[in-house]
Antibody, heavy 120, light 109 residues
């Protein structure tokens, strides 16, 4: 069965960077695009971008261009999302997510979420 | 950017009753729309994609309809486990971007 396991909660100061990991199992890692979605406390869902684990190509939401970097390590079946120049508005739960067919732009599989708190 | 607007923000329904949730797109998204359910402290769960196709394992009491700019999620007979927040998501201009609605909370009346 497909499992996405994310790294633990983080507390960061404004201006710092955070790197969240998402380890995949139960399927061929390079066959499923991976997305990142975030959710601020009490708020809705916001798509951040996507990475193709096969070649490493990425596409980011315009809002995060220049601040987000998504990478992958095929040897450990892990994708990473790094967000820089953190501000208080970046406090949120960050999810990795993937679709069942590999390229679907909707999400059957989700990680458990990683809470990132930005506070001075 | 395509803006997704959900209504109402909160829906109070008694168990066993029918719930009808709306999602409107600022421009046509064809049938490229998905619905999710989210319970407190959990990741979202995919219910519907392609506006009307139930995801694997989703009970038949959940149904989706609509195309273009107007969409509806119907829960035919609310069960206790259905009280949650529901989000719509468009993927019409994929791979440029994906956008979610603001959510509808379905609460016990």
């Amino acid at each position: 069965q497909v499992q996405l396991v994310q790294s633990g909660a983080e507390v960061k100061k404004p201006g710092a960077s955070v790197k969240v990991s998402c380890k995949a199992s139960g399927y061929t890692f390079t066959s499923y695009y991976m997305h990142w979605v975030r959710q601020a406390p009490g708020q809705g869902l916001e798509w951040m971008g996507i990475i193709n684990p096969s070649g490493g190509s990425t596409s980011y939401a315009q809002k995060f261009q220049g601040r987000v970097t998504m990478t992958r390590d095929t040897s450990t079946s892990t994708v990473y999302m790094e967000l820089s120049s953190l501000r208080s508005e970046d406090t949120a739960v960050y999810y990795c997510a993937s679709g069942d067919s590999g390229y679907d732009p909707f999400f059957d599989y989700w990680g458990q979420g990683t809470l990132v708190t930005v506070s001075s | 950017e395509i803006v997704m607007t959900q209504s109402p923000a909160t829906l109070s329904v008694s168990p066993g009753e029918r719930a009808t949730l709306s999602c409107r797109a600022s421009q046509s998204v064809s049938s490229n729309l998905a619905w999710y359910q989210q319970k407190p402290g959990q990741a979202p769960r995919l219910l519907i994609y392609g506006a009307s196709t139930r995801a694997t394992g989703i009970p038949a009491r959940f149904s989706g309809s609509g195309s273009g700019t107007e969409f509806t999620l119907t829960i035919s007979s609310l069960q206790s486990e259905d009280f949650a927040v529901y989000y719509c998501q468009q993927y019409n201009n994929w791979p440029l971007t994906l956008t979610f609605g603001g959510g509808t909370k379905v609460e016990i009346k």
